[in-house]
């Protein structure tokens, strides 16, 4: 007799690893779509069990199990999306495509399955009777709501339509994301030797390390913001800066198979109709209803408090910088690819602060060790590098502890590649619930040295990597029950108020005293330096903040009203109404607005920085008021109020639990130097 061979699946096997970490070293494409299908019939089971129990339902057979009933399918998709964002292949983009329907469709089975619903609501209508503690009782509202604003109310034509819409939506915006990679990837531009002129060291290192990573034989510029930025600020070739920028700006619009125009287009329309199904009259009252702004006026309301007074220090700034250009015998306007290269000369001139004179004391090693010393000082939490299989040679692992405890693994994944989408991130391959320590990721796009060289930062990169380690921090004391209340699952107008408050600690003086040590001699940043840095810091603001606004607002107004024919035209003259500064335009145009398009994140809803920021500036305020920066008793009390809690509680609650009353506007115009301003 044969014997019987039973094939294993590493990504569904237990993960007998050291903190339970995915068998990197063991897992290959061809594992995912078993996975992805195993996961999903279990998962479906398990649901079809809950639905059609014979037992009366209860919190724990019905909202506790529910909550369960997918363990493995997160399990196997926290690997999945991880690796499609930072390390894409081909093979794992088709999957993504095809995957993406598939757990549409699940999503949509659950949230309409009437059975399972008629549980949840029974439960919901008995709950004063149920004796539930405040973590259950939340999650049976957010439960029931999730349900509803899924459509389980909904019958006959508008429940199949609703689902048609949610399956199309999910496709496009994967198809979104993808065109957006293959522009960032495909794109790049070569330089001559005498193309270098000009350029500082670092900016020409990372040029060459591109050209190495790319097989060009030569210096290049590609899409990656550590590389295109310090080019623009410093090339003195203008019809170069000129070629970059446009290219730059014109992802996902140029063209062919990889153009988002039609894409956004279509997004949107659906995102309406989905709105109107619901019987809401737009997307934006939709989406918002659930965030802490709850309305489209609230939301449109914050956002001009602050444009005005921006605006009117970039039209002052850019009169500044274009009178700077014609000193230099260029006639004409102020055009966006000479905005920060004229800033940049600006600054040297009123801050005496040279990016690359700065650059090296910014090292890579040490933001990574000042971000941890200042967990550690607030939280006590302790940072160990450890030896585990990863899914690529540049990322590193930390194990975090407390006390001795167990807190998670932290793991850092820095250098821009072509294989990892643009921007930077924090996600979990595993999340934080009751009995289980998450696994957390920080994924930036910082230019990586020539082999054998100290990576170095911009003052702007260094403040990412406390804003990411911010969010990391926010899933790593997480202490809650359930997983989709735990860390960052907050409403997202209020998510970005963890990271935006780790970085005010990049310019408290001691932490730049310590850990700003030059890259050759070792030398801490003097001090004078130091003061100019902090000096600095809301330096060319008004270019920063009208360009993030603009993209706000046009997010807003897309999705506050009746969708556009053509987004392009729409956004066109939404920012002349707005009177947006030409030699500045938009942070995330629409055809690669990907916190918008890409999925339903942060659509309706990129105001949401802007909204934590008020919170923000206002809760670094309690340090200050407490003559310290690292006061224990306000440390403890945001980890107690804000950080521990992830969404157990209403946001707006945990915020006033920590700080007493919520912040006007004032505080955040204040941070930003234009308080003045308007």
């Not at 093979?91 to 009437?114: G, H, T």
């Not at 994944?413 to 990721?441: H, L, M, N």
């Not at 005293?513 to 600095?536: N, S, Y």
């Amino acid at each position: 007799m044969e014997k019987e061979t039973f094939v294993t699946n590493p990504l569904i096997d237990t993960w007998d690893t050291p903190f339970g970490m995915p068998p990197f070293d063991r897992i290959v494409d061809g594992d995912f779509r078993p996975a992805v299908e195993t996961a999903l019939e279990e998962a479906r089971a398990r649901v079809a069990e809950i639905a059609g129990s014979a037992e009366a339902p209860t919190f724990e057979n019905t909202v506790a199990a529910l909550e369960a009933a997918d363990a493995t399918l997160s399990k196997v998709l926290g690997v999945f999306y991880n690796l499609v964002g930072a390390d894409s292949t081909e093979a794992r983009q088709a999957l993504a495509r095809d995957f993406s329907p598939m757990l549409s469709a699940y999503s949509s089975d659950v949230a309409m399955n009437a059975d399972l619903f008629a549980r949840i609501e029974a439960v919901w209508d008995d709950r004063e009777a149920l004796d539930l503690g405040p973590e259950e009782a939340r999650l049976l509202y957010l439960t029931r709501r999730s349900f509803v604003r899924s459509g389980a109310q909904l019958e006959g034509i508008a429940k199949d339509r609703l689902r048609q819409v949610t399956e199309r939506l999910a496709s496009l915006g994967v198809q979104f994301t993808q065109n957006l990679l293959a522009d960032e990837r495909d794109w790049q531009m070569v330089l001559d030797e005498a193309d270098l002129e000009g350029l500082p060291d670092f900016v020409v290192e990372g040029a060459r390390a591109a050209g190495a990573e790319r097989g060009t034989g030569a210096p290049t510029i590609t899409l990656s913001r550590s590389l295109i930025v310090p080019f623009l600020q410093f090339s003195p070739r203008r019809d170069l800066r000129e070629a970059a920028h446009r290219a730059w700006t014109g992802r996902g619009a140029n063209g062919g198979e990889t153009d988002n125009r039609a894409l956004a287009a279509e997004i949107l329309v659906l995102r309406e109709e989905r709105a109107g199904l619901m019987g809401y009259d737009s997307f934006a009252e939709f989406k918002l209803e659930t965030q802490m702004a709850k309305t489209p006026g609230a939301v449109r309301d914050l956002l001009m408090q602050v444009w005005e007074p921006a605006r009117e220090r970039a039209v002052e700034d850019g009169l500044r910088l274009a009178a700077m250009m014609h000193n230099d015998g260029v006639n004409g306007d102020l055009e966006p690819w000479d905005w920060r290269y004229y800033s940049e000369k600006r600054r040297v001139e009123e801050h005496d602060l040279d990016e690359a004179r700065l650059k090296p004391y910014l090292r890579l090693e040490q933001m990574i060790a000042a971000a941890f010393d200042c967990a550690k000082r607030l939280y006590g939490i302790e940072m160990t590098p450890v030896e585990v299989p990863l899914y690529h040679d540049d990322v590193r692992a930390w194990e975090v502890t407390r006390n001795g405890e167990h807190m998670g693994v932290f793991l850092g994944d820095y250098f821009a590649r072509g294989s990892k989408r643009s921007g930077a991130w924090c996600s979990t391959i595993r999340s934080q619930k009751e009995g289980v320590r998450p696994i957390v990721v920080n994924v930036c796009n910082f230019a990586k040295p020539p082999e054998g060289r100290p990576a170095c930062l911009s003052y702007d990169d260094a403040r990412t990597l406390f804003h990411e380690f911010g969010h990391a921090l926010h899933q790593l004391l997480s202490q809650v029950r359930f997983e989709s209340m735990s860390g960052t699952s907050v409403a997202r107008d209020f998510v970005e108020l963890p990271s935006q408050l780790f970085e005010h600690w990049l310019e408290v003086p001691e932490v730049l005293t310590t850990f700003a040590t030059h890259a050759e001699t070792g030398e801490a940043m003097p001090d004078e330096m130091r003061d100019r840095v902090i000096a600095a810091s809301t330096y060319d603001m008004g270019f920063q903040t009208v360009e993030y606004l603009g993209s706000a607002l046009v997010d807003l107004e897309f999705h506050a009203g009746e969708a556009p024919d053509d987004p392009m035209e729409m956004q066109a003259e939404l920012l002349e109404e707005l009177g947006m500064p030409k030699a500045v335009g938009m942070r995330h145009a629409t055809p690669h607005f990907a916190h918008v398009f890409a999925g339903d994140g942060y659509s309706a809803g990129y105001y949401s920085y802007m909204w934590s920021e008020v919170m923000d500036a206002d809760a670094f305020e309690a340090f200050r008021e407490a003559g310290d920066p690292f006061d224990a008793e306000t440390a403890a009390r945001l980890e107690r109020e804000v950080l521990r809690v992830g969404g157990t509680r209403d946001e707006a609650e945990s915020y006033v639990a920590f700080r007493g009353a919520m912040p006007g506007v004032a505080p955040l115009l204040k941070g930003r130097g234009l308080a003045g301003a308007g």
